[in-house]
């Protein structure tokens, strides 16, 4: 249950979480496994209370009991709008983690892949696993990477590269 604006609340179902849980939980759903454990991680090693969780409202639901709201927390739509070209230093942006490498770990965008070491996250370097969505800093952007980092996400500001006006958004 994610709290929105407004006294609303959402939900964010287990497929919802990121593409890669999406794809355990069907692998999941197919296999004969019976303890949920082995291939599924605990919610509380996703999330902590508290903690700023970007999303997208993936459906809205108007019953006579009030409403009922779906939400998603996936790079691959939370991104949607924006394209591997448009990732510069400073940006923030909504990730998943892919896999645990040696030296960090490799994050997906939903609109592309990259790199988040291990020296540019603060206390627990070894808290993530596949799966779990990421707010992260882009530390830099070459043609072959993009380096991002846990620290300053909150108060980082990017440059933007296009001009945003109120007559857009009506």
Not at 6 to 17: A, F, K, N
């Given at each position: 249950?994610?709290?929105?604006?407004?006294?609303?609340?959402?939900?964010?179902?287990?497929?919802?979480?990121?593409?890669?849980m999406?794809?355990?939980?069907?692998?999941?759903?197919?296999?004969?496994?019976?303890?949920?454990?082995?291939?599924?991680?605990?919610l509380?090693?996703?999330?902590?209370?508290?903690?700023?969780?970007?999303?997208?409202?993936?459906?809205?639901?108007?019953?006579?009991?009030?409403?009922?709201?779906?939400?998603?927390?996936?790079?691959?739509?939370?991104?949607?709008?924006?394209?591997?070209?448009?990732?510069?230093?400073g940006?923030?942006?909504?990730?998943?983690?892919v896999?645990?490498?040696?030296?960090?770990?490799?994050?997906?965008?939903?609109?592309?892949?990259?790199?988040?070491?291990?020296?540019?996250?603060?206390?627990?370097?070894?808290?993530?696993?596949?799966?779990?969505?990421?707010m992260?800093?882009?530390?830099s952007?070459?043609?072959?990477?993009?380096?991002?980092?846990?620290?300053?996400?909150?108060?980082?500001?990017?440059?933007?590269?296009w001009?945003?006006?109120?007559?857009?958004?009506?």
């Amino acid at each position: 249950v994610v709290s929105l604006p407004g006294g609303l609340s959402g939900i964010v179902s287990l497929r919802e979480i990121s593409d890669l849980m999406e794809s355990r939980v069907d692998q999941f759903g197919e296999s004969d496994h019976n303890d949920i454990t082995e291939t599924l991680p605990d919610l509380r090693d996703l999330f902590q209370a508290g903690q700023l969780l970007p999303c997208v409202v993936s459906r809205l639901d108007r019953a006579d009991s009030g409403k009922h709201i779906d939400l998603t927390t996936r790079p691959t739509l939370i991104n949607s709008l924006s394209s591997e070209s448009q990732i510069q230093s400073g940006m923030v942006l909504a990730c998943s983690v892919v896999s645990v490498e040696p030296r960090g770990y490799v994050v997906d965008f939903g609109i592309a892949r990259g790199f988040l070491p291990l020296k540019e996250i603060d206390g627990d370097v070894h808290k993530f696993v596949p799966g779990q969505p990421l707010m992260v800093r882009v530390v830099s952007r070459s043609s072959a990477a993009v380096t991002v980092s846990l620290r300053d996400v909150v108060t980082s500001k990017a440059k933007p590269s296009w001009n945003l006006s109120f007559q857009m958004l009506t």
